[in-house]
């Protein structure tokens, strides 16, 4: 009878080394597929330069082997989600930093890694139709009537939106910021220079609406609006986890002429097909980013 206790004790003992040996060549096989697999996701907001950088480099990595999932946020939610230890997300392509999206960068930048810069000459302030006779935000005051005593700009999480209250403070505007969309700010600016009427956007480049529309920037003698690059950044470990995609997103790298016809291939196209349109014909230099 002990004798039968004693192999049942060795029976058990060897089927729990097993079970433990199979649990941890599965973790180790969990953890290796992780690493290894080619999924990305993409933050980007709705931004015109963000949506075209984001789904170029969808067109990109999609012919390089990786699914790419896309994921349409504000600002702020893109920063605090990618910031987090278990981020559900990998890249923004379009993080305006230093200067505007500055209060961001104090929240959550030290969790945050810098890969690359999309653009590197952006700029924002406030802008009007060339025919607009003014030339500074400080000759605003005195037209203010011919403008409704409005500056139409876009979603209270942006950077602009932030900079142009501190303008209005700065300059003792009697104007009030009208909080839209990009895509309703671009169609009231169409409807206002089609009929030579007077209108002050918050504006930006790079933007498809310096292509379609004859347009300057106020000057700016405060500085209230700075230049910045459209930055790249992702969640820590991403590098790590994959070397190949971060080495792309740190060479990506657009001129303003190259992006406004990527802009005007979407526009005609949509984002989907007119990236990938602007990917083919463009390839040789896209694909360079990958070495």
Not at 32 to 55: D, L, M, Q, R, V
Not at 151 to 166: C, D, L, M, Q
Request: with cysteine; hydrophobic share 40%; aromatic share 12%.
């Amino acid at each position: 009878m002990m004798l039968k206790l004693k192999k049942l004790g060795i029976l058990f003992a060897s089927a729990a080394l097993i079970v433990a040996f199979t649990s941890c060549s599965n973790s180790v096989k969990k953890k290796e597929t992780k690493s290894t697999t080619k999924e990305i996701n993409i933050f980007y907001p709705n931004w015109a330069e963000g949506i075209s950088f984001t789904y170029l480099a969808k067109a990109a990595l999609e012919n390089h082997g990786y699914e790419v999932e896309l994921t349409n946020l504000e600002p702020g939610l893109i920063y605090g989600e990618l910031s987090k230890v278990n981020s559900k997300g990998d890249v923004f392509l379009d993080a305006w930093l230093p200067y505007t999206h500055k209060d961001y960068w104090d929240s959550y930048g030290d969790k945050l890694v810098k890969l690359g810069e999309a653009f590197s000459d952006g700029t924002t302030g406030l802008v009007v139709p060339s025919y607009v006779t003014i030339n500074s935000i400080e000759e605003l005051n005195a037209q203010k009537d011919k403008f409704g005593k409005e500056i139409i700009g876009i979603g209270s999480g942006a950077g602009i939106h932030a900079n142009t209250i501190k303008a209005i403070e700065s300059y003792h505007l009697d104007i009030e910021q009208v909080t839209s969309s990009g895509p309703a700010m671009i169609a009231s600016l169409d409807k206002a220079t089609k009929r030579e009427e007077w209108i002050v956007i918050t504006g930006w480049k790079p933007h498809y609406m310096w292509a379609n529309f004859d347009l300057k920037y106020l000057e700016d003698p405060k500085g209230i609006y700075p230049q910045d690059a459209c930055t790249i950044i992702s969640r820590k470990g991403f590098e790590e986890d994959q070397p190949e995609a971060a080495g792309f997103f740190k060479n990506f790298n657009l001129e303003e002429s190259q992006l406004y016809e990527l802009m005007a291939a979407i526009t005609a196209d949509g984002e989907q097909t007119g990236a990938k349109k602007w990917y083919e014909a463009n390839k040789e230099l896209v694909d360079s980013w990958f070495n």
